[in-house]
Nanobody, 119 residues
């Protein structure tokens, strides 16, 4: 059974930090690109960070850093200097591609974890 389970969300004050975790099981984690998305109420889901199986990463907010630990089948999102506009449900996604055209072989989503930034 494929599972992606996010954790680490919660309530934090502006300027604070959180580290989200996404624990994967049921597939070969090391062969997948992992990413974090977020969705605030009334807004579209947006990509916030991605990391390839080779540890090449892109962080779309300079306050956020994605990383992975293949030995633990876990991807992380370190979030610093949090702002109220960072409030959202954060989702973990796994994707496997093949070939020069990047054909998607498999894609999985977690259930999300709530992050609330408020005084």
């Amino acid at each position: 059974q494929v599972r992606l389970v996010e954790s680490g969300g919660g309530l934090v004050q502006p300027g604070g930090s959180l580290r989200l975790s996404c624990a994967a099981s049921g597939f070969t984690f090391s062969g997948y690109t992992m990413s974090w998305y977020r969705q605030a109420p009334g807004k579209e889901r947006e990509l916030v960070a991605a990391i390839t199986s080779g540890d090449g990463s892109t962080n779309y907010r300079d306050r956020f850093t994605i990383s992975r630990d293949n030995a633990k089948n876990t991807v992380y999102l370190q979030m610093n200097s949090l702002k109220p506009e960072d409030t959202a449900v954060y989702y973990c996604k796994a994707r496997k591609i093949r070939g020069v055209f990047g054909t998607v072989v498999a894609e999985y989503w977690g259930q999300g974890t709530q992050v609330t930034v408020s005084s």
